[in-house]
């Protein structure tokens, strides 16, 4: 199974940035779609961005213009460029390895996350 490791997050104020890893075992995570999921108390588990392995990005409405994600396959890593914060950008961050068709398809590996705290 591949082990996914979050990293980067952390507390920051209103209209900060914050900059968030994931680094993926495994050897062909090249051909893998991937992605950033979010959780805040009392919610769902919510898709933030997913990123092809064209690098091609989707984000939801409530993150466009605002965040990036990226991926470098010589590390095994994706990244998520978060700018502008906002406090119901509060959540616990995860990445995900999954399928990619017509929409994104999370499998059920999942790392422990990163959390990311956005002050007023």
């Known amino acids: 199974q591949v082990q996914l490791v979050e990293s980067g997050g952390g507390l920051v104020q209103s209209g900060g940035s914050l900059r968030l890893s994931c680094a993926a075992s495994?050897?062909?995570?090249?051909?893998?779609?991937m992605a950033w999921y979010r959780q805040a108390p009392g919610k769902q588990r919510e898709l933030v961005a997913y990123?092809?392995?064209?690098?091609?990005?989707t984000y939801a409405d409530s993150v466009k213009g605002r965040f990036t994600i990226s991926r470098d396959n010589d590390k095994n890593t994706i990244y998520l460029h978060m700018n502008s914060l906002k406090p119901e950008d509060t959540a616990r961050y995860y990445c995900?390895?999954?399928?990619?068709?017509?929409?994104?398809?999370?499998?059920?590996?999942w790392g422990q996350g990163t959390q990311v705290t956005v002050s007023s």
């Open positions: 995900n390895q999954g399928l990619l068709t017509f929409k994104y398809y999370p499998s059920n590996n």
């Open positions: 495994g050897s062909d995570f090249s051909r893998k779609a």
């Open positions: 990123i092809s392995i064209a690098a091609s990005a």
